[in-house]
């Protein structure tokens, strides 16, 4: 009869967003992690079930460096999260003065009758109106280009930090190894 080697596990469920699965995944392998199963959720985002050995060498230098290793991953997602935030409060609160300038030119079209001065002056507040609605994807576009090229050399230097733990990771995982 064949004697089995057995191991004892311990075992993690970790949500992250669909986007970011492969990311999450290469990055809790570089920790002794191996996924079980990946379940996805209506939310857009998935569930992550991981496993890795209980007598893991170096448990507490692994635990450690994925700790740093969550925090710049998450440092990384708030950067990019931040390039578009700016630029769309801008852009919904401008759309909405644009539509109201738009509205108040239909209103004094529409519900003053009889009076020319109220009537031109209606289509010209129209006019304005539109003109800020079409106005406001290009301000979008410029507004996030320029919070893009400020925030990207910072999720460079994040992406090279997360890479260097990652590293570091796996090298304690190879000398137990070897």
Known sequence: MQEKDFVSYEYKTVAVKASDKTRALDMY?????EANSVTPSLSGSVTLSLRRDRKQKHKSELNKLEMQAKNAFEYIRTLQNSEKLGASIFAYIFGIIGALVLG???????????????FVGGIALGVV?????????????????????????????????LADILERGNELLRAEII
């Open 129 to 161: 109106g539109l003109l800020l609605c079409g106005i406001n994807y290009p301000i979008y576009k410029k507004l996030a280009d320029k919070k893009t090229k400020e925030v990207l050399p910072l999720i460079d230097e994040s992406e090279e930090k």
């Open 104 to 118: 108040g030119g239909m209103c004094l079209v529409m519900l003053v009758t009889g009076n020319v001065a109220a």
């Open 29 to 33: 392998e570089a920790f002794g992690w």
